[in-house]
């Protein structure tokens, strides 16, 4: 009994923090187990969505069972099962997160590895910049990622409704809105979303939705 509970909580703590800098290339999600794994595995990388990353069965990759937007971004070395290597390289890195990999046997989990990732200097830059004096607006990210996926309000200056609409959202995070003058801060605020496969927001339910508006007033 206490040797199963020994066991038990091995597993439970074989898990990893990883940080890298934000814009590196790729990452290598590492994970060496035992060497000869048999060819009837099925390895499966996971995200803290439970989004699969990466899936591996019968001596090769399962692409189509990955989700899209990891599509064309991971890969697995070529003989994994002959040195146990089930490391995974993510190119590039996007988000901070947990990632998780189990391996499967006639359906039972053999073992499994927690990789918790942090990205370094994620999330500075801005999403929309709003500049009063020439009435200009411009939308930009670092990766392109937000590109034609934000509005806001064509009169925000006279309602002070700074508003950010995001249209699909797909991953959880902090979102800041700052309102700079003279490259002082005049005021912030912050917003914590969370993307499940209902989307919860304060007390708004919203089903099915394809985009979500995240509040940011003006206060007078």
Known sequence: MFLLFLTFS???????????????????????????????IRV????????KVHVYQDGSDRPEEQHRFYRNRTEMKKDLL?????SLT???????????????????VLRGKVVKLNITGQFKFSIFVISSGSNMRRCFSSDGYYR???????????????????K????????????????????EKQVELWVTGLFF?????????LSLTVFCLLCR
């Not at 499966?44 to 989004?51: A, M």
């Not at 927001?201 to 939705?209: H, L, M």
């Open 148 to 166: 034609n996926r934000t509005e806001m309000k064509k009169d925000l200056l006279r309602t002070g409704d700074l508003s950010l609409t995001l």
């Open 201 to 209: 927001f304060g007390c708004v339910f919203v089903s099915g939705c």
């Open 90 to 108: 993510l190119k590039p890195p996007r988000y901070r997160g947990t990632y998780t990999c189990r391996v499967y046997r006639e359906g039972r």
């Open 10 to 40: 091995i597993q439970l703590c074989n898990c990893w923090i990883l940080s890298v800098e934000s814009g590196v290339e790729s990452v290598q999600l590492s994970f060496i187990t035992t060497a000869d794994l048999p060819r009837d």
């Open 44 to 51: 499966e990388w996971k995200d803290w969505k439970n989004w």
């Open 82 to 86: 002959r040195p146990g290597d089930l």
């Open 168 to 187: 699909h959202p797909t991953v959880r995070g902090t979102f800041t809105c700052r309102v700079y003058r003279e490259r002082r801060v005049l005021m």
